[in-house]
């Protein structure tokens, strides 16, 4: 029956000590090298709760019940059957039906669990685990959790502390459930009895919940290794052949440890399972065994004790991994040929069996046999001996037949696995374009030039790559660049070398339209074309300052059409025209009779339309904007916001983009 405590220890002095880095199990295998059968080993029970000899400061909750407050535990097989919010982790020791328990932290550091441990030996070292984990989720207590943080205190009866508190720090929850194992170590020097207790230096609230699963005590010591014929030995069995004669030996030594260096004792043991029923081999206590008659399926193991006083308890021997000793067993030849997709002449095949793994086989090596068809004995490939193996046709044609044969300690060889590898000769080609170079405009391309050097009679190759189609390459399709054109045998060809030539497609010439220009008289304007092409040619009209460059100056008396033809190096042109427009000076007339009859009623300036961004406007004589018109498109009439402007004389400003300056004057409306 589960005994429960109320009073809380108060241990909250050694707060302070506790600066002792967490102890993985990984970090304690460094100084504990090998460990002996658990003393203690709580998992909680199986289908029906247990708490083992533990007791317990906090208050139980039974199946059913729904918990109030902080400081309960409970015992269930899943962390959520404790609280639904919490993970979704089954106990650690993996047995349908496996129970944890589960503790909910008091509003108060202090004690959650205490359990004696007894019988064990004086001056000896043994080990303490535990798993352990979080049972929060990561995202149930917002930004502020209070994680678990417990600390182990190894106590004497009297209550005094046999060694350091050990703590794991901070028990951080996680997204997805985790079990973690935390342990440390500890001399029991002249005394067989300890309490171990388990301290929350962390007050409860939101986090500060967690899940134990398998406590276990157990020896701990140097690590012990057996050494034995290495080529008899595979993972964890020893193998051995009918009818050898000479005895099975195995030897163990203690790695690098002053404590068991002096009055070490050793027990060699039998199993017939390897994992319990271990029974010590009489007068077996050296730390060498012969084994004349092996039994096939046997294990073996040594255990050690600091002292032989020690020895004769079995709970304070540590113990090497266990071996088992077994009987090779004969094999069989694999009659079964694979046959493999076929593979050209000058390519290559991976075979790649799995490994043989027959029962009682053992260790083995492989060694790769080739059947060249040739009516001889296959033959050993030089070096092939891995399980898997490269096959190269080296330009072989035809059927080959590999096989891959194992061969045993015992020197038995046997077949695993024979392949059929069907070598096809590979199909040349040849190919040579008619010519290397295309403009973009060009018409379709028929292609030709290549050639098959062997294959059947009559086989017609195939062009392709990009721009091809039904034969012909086309340079709008492909597209400005080189591009690589591909001659093959026809599809279904298995084995074939193709062929590629480069052809380059030249742009047609990136040429813009230019916008006409214009000049007045004795002025001159550059003719700028945009274009990508490296030669110019200008037509012959007279003006030009330059006929074969790309930019050149215009000075026509008159307006005149110039016509450049654009080339680049493939020989692709285009051309393109220019006017340029020689504009007559100006008239600006002085004088218009706005009055109605028709003859001179507007004030129209010849020409102006043709003077590009044009802008007029007209003064009274106080200033004031009267008219203003860009382009001029319709004269003016006289008026001023619908109204006849009286008789006088009026002053306007004309400016263009084609003026050097502004032009200036008057002008007079009369009746």
């Not at 208050?59 to 918990?67: A, D, W």
């Not at 290495?230 to 020893?238: G, S, V």
């Not at 077994?326 to 390519?347: F, K, S």
């Not at 037949?401 to 040349?428: K, M, P, Y």
Request: proline share 6%; hydrophobic share 35%.
């Amino acid at each position: 029956m589960t005994r429960v405590r109320y009073k809380l220890s108060n241990y909250l002095s050694w707060l302070g000590a506790l600066s002792l880095a967490l102890l993985t199990v990984g970090d304690s295998l460094a100084q504990c090298g090998s460990l002996g059968d658990p003393i203690v080993n709580i998992t909680f029970g199986q289908d029906e709760a247990d708490f083992g000899e533990g007791t317990t400061t906090y208050r139980p909750v039974l199946p059913g019940q729904s918990p109030q407050g902080e400081g309960w535990y409970t015992l269930v097989t899943n962390v959520n059957l404790a609280l639904a919010s919490w993970h979704n982790l089954r106990d650690h020791t993996g047995d349908t039906g496996g129970m944890m328990v589960v503790f909910n932290a008091d509003d108060y550091p202090g004690e959650f669990y205490r359990i004696r441990v007894s019988g064990l030996c004086q001056n000896t070292r043994f080990r303490f685990s535990a798993w352990i984990a979080n049972a929060n989720r990561a995202e149930e207590c917002g930004g502020n959790p209070i994680p678990p943080n417990v600390r182990f205190v190894i106590e004497d009866l009297d209550g005094n502390l046999v060694s350091d508190p050990y703590s794991t720090g901070n028990i951080y929850a996680t997204t997805s459930p985790q079990w973690r194992e935390y342990g440390f170590e500890f001399d029991t020097g002249n005394q067989t009895e300890f309490d171990l207790v388990l301290i929350n230096d962390n007050p409860g609230g939101c986090g500060n919940d967690l899940a134990i699963d398998d406590i276990q005590f157990r020896p701990c010591g140097p690590l012990i290794t057996l050494a034995m014929d290495e080529a008899l030995k595979q993972a964890d069995t020893l193998f051995f052949c009918d009818g050898a004669t000479a005895p099975i030996l195995l030897s163990g030594s203690i790695v690098d440890d002053d404590s068991y260096a002096a009055g070490a004792a050793y027990q060699w043991q039998i199993s017939q399972n390897g994992q319990s029923g271990w029974v010590d081999i009489r007068g077996e206590q050296e730390n060498e065994l012969a084994i004349s008659t092996p039994v096939h399926n046997q294990w073996y193991r040594l255990t050690a004790a600091a002292t032989a006083d020690n020895l004769d308890s079995l709970l304070c021997r540590i113990s090497s991994a266990p071996i088992r000793i077994a009987r090779i067993a004969p094999q069989v030849n694999n009659p079964d040929i694979q046959e493999t997709g076929p593979i050209c002449d000058d390519g290559s095949k991976s075979l790649n069996p799995l490994e043989y793994t027959g029962a009682g086989v053992g260790p083995i090596t492989y060694q790769w046999l080739l059947d060249e068809g040739d009516g001889n004995v296959p033959r050993e490939i030089p070096g092939a001996t891995s399980g898997n193996y490269e096959f190269q046709a080296n330009g072989m044609v035809g059927i080959a037949r590999l096989q891959r044969q194992a061969i045993n300690v015992c020197g038995d060889r046997f077949v695993t696995h024979t392949f059929a590898v069907e070598v096809v000769e590979t199909v040349h080609t040849r190919f040579a374009l008619p010519q290397q170079a295309v403009c973009a405009d060009d018409q379709p391309l028929l292609l030709s030039g290549g050639v098959i050097d062997n294959g059947d009679a009559g086989m017609q190759g195939v062009y392709s790559g990009n721009g091809v189609s039904n034969g012909y390459f086309y340079p709008d399709m492909a597209g400005i660049g080189s591009h690589m054109i591909t001659f093959s045998p026809p599809s279904g060809t298995l084995c074939f070398e193709s062929s590629q030539a480069i052809i380059t497609v030249y742009d047609t010439i990136y040429l813009e339209q230019m916008l006409p220009m214009v000049m007045l008289p004795g002025q001159s304007v550059t003719l700028r074309p945009q274009t990508n092409a490296s030669q110019f040619s200008w037509s012959n009209q007279p003006g030009l300052d330059s006929y074969s460059s790309q930019y050149t100056i215009a000075s026509p008396d008159e307006t005149t059409t110039y016509t450049l033809t654009a080339s680049n190096a493939a020989g692709c042109e285009k051309p393109v025209s220019v006017t340029v427009t020689v504009l007559q000076n100006l008239v600006v007339p002085n004088s218009f009779t706005p009055n109605g009859d028709g003859v001179n009623d507007v004030w129209e300036i010849d020409g102006l339309e043709e003077y590009p961004n044009n802008f007029i406007q007209v003064f009274n004589r106080w200033g004031t904007l009267v008219f203003s018109a860009k382009g001029y498109s319709a004269p003016w009439d006289g008026q001023f916001n619908g109204t006849q402007l009286p008789v006088g004389t009026y002053y306007y400003t004309l400016s263009s983009d084609i003026l050097m300056q502004p032009l200036s004057g008057s002008v007079s409306i009369l009746r």
